[in-house]
């Protein structure tokens, strides 16, 4: 059993979902996986005092119109695409796909895709990434990192391509079940399968994840945030994933700074934090040292816990 399997048996035991090996692999039937642990998906957290967005499911083709109702019982979701939604989750032949027709600034659908666009890109770069380096992995060394904070996942898609065992921790069920779609067909594609298979999702709070962990004395290298950017001053409008995530996420906006604080009780070697490029260190943590590229930089915190 790979270290990144352990952590995943120690960490299923309080998360909602773990994936073992190959469970997302070729021919595996998406919603069957997702109705089968109907703990993977919990109702939203709606304390906070912004309104979280009214999301629903829709689908493309009359054929699927059964699957997509049974996912939204499973994600307690609006099954009726007439609904006046302002997220809507839509289920194709080929994908899951998420459109904001409540926010017409944000057009057009969005998925989770490892093998073309953006993330594709980054995963073709090479080796020449600045997160490689924050993170201190060694091509011919293993790194079991733990990102606590999925979203989109393109960062953990990076970290995998290069080698390393990404344990892939997110709490937002819709962001959960993208992600999870996404890693379903990045692994039957010859160019991503590989990477995919050492990508594994936790569905769950990062905070209870790493409770559990070291409760287990489970290893884990490195812990990687990437918490919400703080609000611009500027202008310039956010990236389109960065705008819709931070409509998911509202009311989920200020648990940072306890992130940070468990994942240096976590991490064996070091815990990275993804910040732009002039903003102040997360919670007034001075990094052992930084990582800088164009419009990020990433701050190093080194823990060296021992190993038990």
């Known amino acids: 059993m790979s270290r990144l399997q352990q952590a995943i048996a120690g960490a299923a035991r309080i998360a909602l979902v773990a994936l073992p090996p190959f469970m997302v692999c070729r021919n595996s039937d998406f919603l069957k996986q997702v109705s089968a642990t109907a703990e993977f998906f919990l109702s939203m957290d709606r304390s906070s005092s912004k309104t979280p967005p009214r999301i629903g499911i829709a689908w493309t083709d009359p054929s699927l119109e059964g699957k997509a109702r049974q996912l939204a019982r ?3 979701l609006l099954p009726d695409p007439g609904q006046q939604c302002d997220v809507v989750l839509q289920l194709t032949p080929s994908r899951l ?3 904001c027709p409540g926010h017409p600034s944000l057009n057009g659908p969005v998925a989770v895709d490892f093998v073309r666009g953006p993330a594709g890109y980054r995963r073709r770069r090479g080796g020449s990434e600045v997160l490689l380096r924050a993170l201190g992995h060694k091509a ?3 790194t079991v990192v733990m ?5 989109w996942g393109d ?3 990076v970290m995998a391509a290069h080698g390393c065992e990404v ?3 997110e709490r937002h069920p819709v962001l959960a079940a993208l992600l999870l779609d996404g890693i379903r067909r990045a692994s039957e594609h010859p160019a991503t399968g590989k990477i995919a298979g050492r990508m594994r999702l936790v569905r769950g709070d990062s905070l209870q994840v790493m409770d559990r962990l070291r409760a287990q004395g ?3 290298d490195v812990v990687y945030l990437d918490p919400m950017f703080p609000e611009r001053s500027k202008s310039a409008k956010v990236k389109k994933k960065l705008q819709i995530l931070q409509l998911l996420l509202i009311g989920r906006e200020n648990d940072a700074d306890p992130l940070l604080d468990a994942a240096l009780r976590t991490a064996r070697k070091r815990v990275v934090v993804k910040r732009p490029a002039t903003a102040p260190p997360l919670g007034g943590a001075l990094p052992s040292h930084s990582f800088r590229g164009r419009t ?5 915190y080194l823990t060296d816990i021992p190993s038990l």
């Open 74 to 76: 499973t994600l307690g």
């Open 97 to 99: 796909e998420l459109s």
């Open 140 to 142: 011919n060394r293993r």
């Open 147 to 151: 990102d606590a904070t999925g979203g």
């Open 155 to 157: 960062d953990a898609l």
């Open 167 to 169: 344990l892939v921790v």
């Open 218 to 220: 489970t290893v884990i």
């Open 296 to 300: 990020v930089r990433f701050d190093v």
